[in-house]
């Protein structure tokens, strides 16, 4: 056998025994390749709902507000570039500061009373005492009602002539005898829904605000006793801060949710008498609803979306310096 022949025999005979021995076991890295992909597989279908349902409405909003969109363009689909012309619509239609003012008021002073009255509940709730746990329930009722029934109900309770909160103030000598205008005067009609928006938050705030309670070690309130600390030291120094966090979902989210109200201020008010209850929400959805300028209804949600990312981005920046700077002292 020649030389070539050995060495083409001794060749086979190596590829041959390399074949038959067994596959070697994945590597880490394949291991940790495939854990990696069996992740994304779970996450896949969240990823692909808010893509859906989240991610392309907001894209297709900011389009359309740089768009001349109008009942021609749902069946067209075609829709002229109009620039920042929806824009300047807005700003320049005489409304628009009159408008920011009310949001604000109506957001700011909802937002206080929301948040007040749901910690004052909150303290008071962990106590215990007999039913105390029923009527937390009884409590829950405004945040679970549907929004338009409860509209519905308050619209009928502030009635000037036959409703039941003029009745009980006129009968307490605190309102005139012909009762308080709620709904058909342009001054208090913002204060109407103001009124109805914190009685439905009322509960979002107790049951958030609780739970954070809940969750505060009882040692910390024994040590501040032993210590003679007084309720107002206890809560400064004990409650408070560690109830941070808890504070932050609650004004955050409660931020985010007030500003955007729509259904409540169309039921009560209709965002009347001679707009004095009308809101940017509001505004942006009869824009697009009931005028059918959908460029400038877009155009204006994305102005309420900037609003709430700058207010997160700005309170989530203090209430981090804050902690920071007591975690120094």
Known sequence: MTHVELTRSHLTDSQLARDAKPSAPPTGRMRARRERLAQWAFVAPAVVYLVAFFGYPIVKNVVMSFQDYSTASLYTGRAPFAGLANYRALLHSGRFGELVWHTAVFTVVSLVGQFVLGLALALFFTRRFPLGGVIRALLLLPWLLPMVA????????????????????????????????????????????????????????????????????????????????????????????????????????????????????????????????????????????????????????????????????????????????????
């Open 150 to 329: 409860s509209a519905t109900v308050w619209r009928w309770m502030l009635d000037q002539d036959n409703g039941v909160v003029n009745s009980l103030l006129t009968s307490a000598r605190l309102a005139p005898a012909h009762g308080v205008p709620w709904l058909s005067d342009s001054h208090t009609a913002l204060f109407a829904v103001i009124i109805v928006n914190i009685w439905v938050g009322i509960p979002f705030n107790l049951v958030i605000l609780y739970g954070g309670l809940k969750e505060i070690p009882p040692e910390l309130y024994e040590a501040a006793a032993i210590d003679g600390a007084g309720r107002i030291a206890t809560f400064r120094h004990i409650t408070w801060p560690l109830l941070r966090p808890v504070v932050t979902v609650a004004v955050v989210l409660g931020f985010i949710y007030t500003v955007k109200v729509i259904d409540i201020i169309l039921v009560v008010t209709g965002g009347g008498p001679a707009y004095g209850s009308q809101t940017l929400a509001v505004e942006s959805y009869q824009l697009s609803f009931k005028t059918f300028l959908f460029g400038q209804g877009a155009a204006m949600g994305n102005i309420l979306i900037l609003v709430s990312l700058v207010f997160a981005m700005v309170y989530l920046r203090f209430n981090r310096q804050a902690v920071r700077a007591e975690g120094e002292q």
